[in-house]
């Protein structure tokens, strides 16, 4: 099976250089929740050099909570607020000579797009033809799915999940796994269960690096083969 292993960069945490060769698919800061220009230029240049693709990792304007908190925001505005950002990484992406290939919404946006119908339709809507990543059987994967458009299914190997699949909210006691092998046994789950096409690890996690390396392991152990699904 094909497996896809992705990464948040270009958000200036300091891990963008041992986690770019590890990974398959790059979600590339926009510049709104995190990160600069100097950030994003050499997350785009490490892709280009390890050979990752790159996609949009489009957020709030919310620095002080690097996008993780929750805005009411109507389905035209989720729209604008993709396709500028998304606007922006393509043509810095394009000095450096490649292409956004996909569009995965960062923290909050990403939540209230998997939960939302309005914003989910906002989202699909700013993507233009571009891929969408999110949680299966989410609100999100709906609205594509009914307008004709490309979804990717996305599990995450550093956060717990509630029983409806959504994820466990940062706030709250245990939303995130520190240890790398119950992550893996999550990947298992994933995998098998929700049948996600990606695995991603955030790249300001604690052990991020470590994290990636024990998923690596498993999927080449399992015979997965790490392949980019754009």
Known sequence: MLIDLNADLGEGAGTDADLMPLITSANICCGFHAGNVDAIANALELAKRHRVIVGAHPGYHDRE??????????????????RHQIGALRAVAAWSGLIVRYVKPHGA??????????????VVWGVSELPVVGLPASQLQRIADAEGHPFVPEGFADRR???????????????????????????????????VRTICVHGDTAGAVEFVKAVRGFLRDRGHEMKAFA
């Open 109 to 122: 946006l990403y939540n209230q797009a998997c939960r939302d119908r309005g914003y989910a339709f906002g």
């Open 161 to 195: 999940y509630r029983p409806d699949g959504s994820l466990v909210p940062r706030g709250e006691p245990d939303a995130m796994i520190h240890d790398p092998k119950e992550a893996v046994d999550q990947v298992e789950w994933l995998i098998r269960e929700k049948q």
């Open 65 to 82: 909570h690097f996008g993780r908190r929750e805005q009411e925001r109507d389905e035209q505005h989720v729209a604008l607020l993709c």
